[in-house]
């Protein structure tokens, strides 16, 4: 059952009468119901999951549920972000309109990223557009993809260019249950907290090199403050620019790069989504150096911040024996940010002044693509 005189932190994103806000706090999932109760509009809900999510969260938000008398049915997916696709897409609106739904009936998404994009693309579309509500349960969900609305699948062409701004009605983290995450994924979305550092919060980056190895560990004052500072960021930028017509795309920090190598590797096991984007944004400063934005040694200072909490920084984890400049600058030519053959990057002055960069020349980012695919990189 939920812990006594719970304690939890509170934020909105404000959008108007789509305004929603997000909990922060340890125990929340067994206490879901009460919150869910609160902003829901039927009384019926489907969980959308995964088998990994399935064992460790789903029961306690079962009880919940119930306690609360709140209907349910769970749908469980394979991990992975193989199953951010069409043919799961298919399914998963398949399974809700066979089981019987209406337009009050809420989508829960408990999950990381690929199980949040996956069922906010499943509300957006289910009978023009059913609620949902977003349960982020790794630290990558918690700090950014839960929050503000960007749903997508990824296709053959490249990642979530399929996909629509659909908000949720609440997003609920619990920041007990990143406890259940292996090293690895905990790591990965440790790369998205960073990733708000080097935007526009010079201080917080200062606070992350002194704190992150503890953060990681499992200290739980330093994992809630730094995750209620990324949300408390980005529930800002989203309520000042919801479909990212100007500085929402800062928060693509990284990501242009990280994008490129995750269809490179196929988007399998061999690179995480936050490890891809610990490479770009390493990518992004050596970049906004070359261009001569910023001083080499920002580069280095994020690099070495990366690697002292397990984050890949260059390419050396992974086979990159057929891989050449021209095919990742071709898989950055489908990025959604791309117009008339011209690629649009977040690049930085400095850690914490991070700029749109728009109509950036394919030359000078196939020369960094080219200094990381070298064995002397």
Not at 40 to 56: C, F, K, Q, S, W
Not at 105 to 132: E, H, M, S
Not at 332 to 343: H, P, Q, S, V
Request: glycine share 10%; hydrophobic share 45%; proline share 5%.
């Amino acid at each position: 059952m939920e812990p006594n005189n719970p304690t939890f932190d509170r934020l909105t994103v404000d959008l108007g009468n789509r305004s929603y806000p997000i909990l922060i706090g340890q125990g929340l999932i067994a206490g879901a119901g009460r919150h869910l109760a609160a902003v829901l509009r039927g009384p019926n809900t489907v969980i959308v999951t995964d088998e990994h999510v399935a064992g460790v969260a789903l029961p306690a938000l079962e009880r919940s549920l119930d306690s609360a008398g709140i209907g349910h049915r769970a749908i469980v997916l394979p991990p992975g972000e193989a199953t951010k696709d069409f043919a799961h897409l298919e399914q998963v609106v398949g399974d809700l309109l066979a089981g019987g739904i209406d337009r009050k009936t809420a989508v829960i998404a408990l999950g990381g990223g690929v199980i949040g994009d996956l069922t906010g693309v499943v509300a957006a579309l289910t009978l023009r557009g059913l609620d949902f509500i977003q349960i982020p349960t790794t630290l990558l969900a918690q700090v950014d993809s839960s929050i503000g609305g960007k749903t997508a699948i990824n296709t053959a062409q490249g990642k979530n260019l399929v996909g629509a701004f659909y908000q949720p009605r609440l997003v609920l983290a619990d920041t007990g249950v990143l406890d259940s995450l292996p090293p690895r994924e905990l790591q990965a979305g440790y790369a998205e907290v960073v990733k708000y550092g080097c935007i526009d919060m010079p201080d917080f980056f200062d606070w992350l090199e002194a704190n992150g190895t503890d953060l990681l560990a499992g200290d739980p004052d330093k994992r809630r403050q730094a995750i209620l500072t990324c949300c408390r960021a980005k529930a800002r930028i989203v309520s000042a620019d919801e479909t990212e017509q100007g500085a929402r795309a800062l928060l693509n920090l990284g990501h242009t790069f990280g994008h490129a190598l995750e269809a490179e590797c196929g988007y399998g096991e061999a690179l995480l989504h936050g490890e891809a984007v610990a490479i770009g944004m390493v990518m992004a400063l050596r970049l906004s150096a070359r261009l001569g934005h910023a001083r080499g040694n920002d580069a280095a200072r994020l690099a070495a911040h990366l690697a002292e909490t397990g984050l890949p920084t260059d390419l050396s984890r992974l086979d990159v024996a057929n891989w050449t400049a021209d095919r990742l600058l071709s898989h950055m030519l489908k990025d959604k940010k791309t117009e008339d053959g011209r690629m649009t990057f977040i690049l930085c002055r400095a850690i914490g002044q991070s700029f749109i960069a728009k109509d950036v020349a394919p030359d000078p980012v196939a020369s960094v693509l080219g200094e990381f695919l070298s064995p002397a990189a």
